[in-house]
């Protein structure tokens, strides 16, 4: 069973710090990989996506992919208390776009 | 306009009734999903239509069962209520041959008493 893993948390940083989110995922055929952040009893919404090994830029976000290691990532520079949300980290294996979520990363920004 | 939208947004019913949620996209997406997500949110995907088409159907009970009049609409139906089922359930779509993700609607919450 294909099967994509975060750490629960919570994560806390500092205001101003850089926040650092992991996954690791089984599926060595996964194509995409998506950073989703999720308020408390809101939906998710797609903050970042990548499919290439390597990192990518947007804003104060980076995620970064390593397919031979199997695992993705993301950092939040400069956090904010407006990022304190749970991050769930996504996979696709392609096919008809069936996407695997994580169980999700709940990060607190600290003021 | 809302790009994703559910109704209704929350529903509390007793154990045995029927109920219904409804989803629509006005994104033109080709693709739209269902997912479950429990207390411990973890988002769990159900049901997948392509085009009217259904893709995926994961072990889901049989009272569920998702109807799509037409590639914007996608509903789900489910038959005797359990306490089990109380959870968030998302609609959400994607167009294929896109690297964009999914987009979600706002969730409805349901709760089984």
């Known amino acids: 069973q294909k099967e994509v893993e975060q750490n629960s948390g919570p994560l806390s940083v500092p205001e101003g710090a850089i926040a650092s989110l992991n996954c690791t995922y089984s599926?060595?055929?996964?194509?995409?990989f998506f950073w989703y952040r999720q308020y408390s009893g809101k939906s998710p919404e797609l903050i970042m996506f990548?499919?290439?090994?390597g990192d990518k830029e947007d804003g104060r976000f980076t995620a970064q992919l390593n397919k031979a290691s199997q695992y993705v990532s993301l950092l939040i520079r400069d956090s904010q208390p407006s990022d304190s949300a749970t991050y769930l980290c996504?996979?696709?294996?392609?096919?008809?776009?069936?996407?695997?979520f994580g169980t999700g990363t709940k990060l607190q920004v600290i003021p | 306009d809302t790009a994703v939208s559910q109704t209704p947004k929350y529903l509390v019913t007793q154990m045995g009734n029927d109920k219904s949620i409804k989803c629509e996209q006005n994104?033109?997406?080709?693709?739209m999903y269902w997912y479950k997500q429990d207390s411990k949110k973890f988002l769990k995907i159900m049901f997948s239509?392509?085009?009217?088409?259904?893709?995926i159907n994961e072990t889901v009970p049989n009272r569920f069962s998702p109807k799509s009049p037409d590639k914007a609409h996608l509903n789900l139906h489910i038959n005797s209520l359990e306490l089990g089922d109380s959870a968030v359930y998302f609609c959400?779509?994607?167009?294929?041959?896109?690297?964009?993700?999914?987009?979600f609607g706002s969730g409805t919450r349901l709760t089984v008493v």
């Open positions: 996504a996979v696709d294996s392609g096919g008809y776009q069936k996407v695997t």
């Open positions: 994104l033109g997406h080709d693709t």
């Open positions: 599926d060595r055929g996964s194509q995409s």
């Open positions: 239509y392509n085009n009217k088409e259904l893709i």
């Open positions: 959400a779509s994607s167009q294929n041959g896109e690297i964009g993700g999914y987009t």
């Open positions: 990548i499919y290439s090994n």
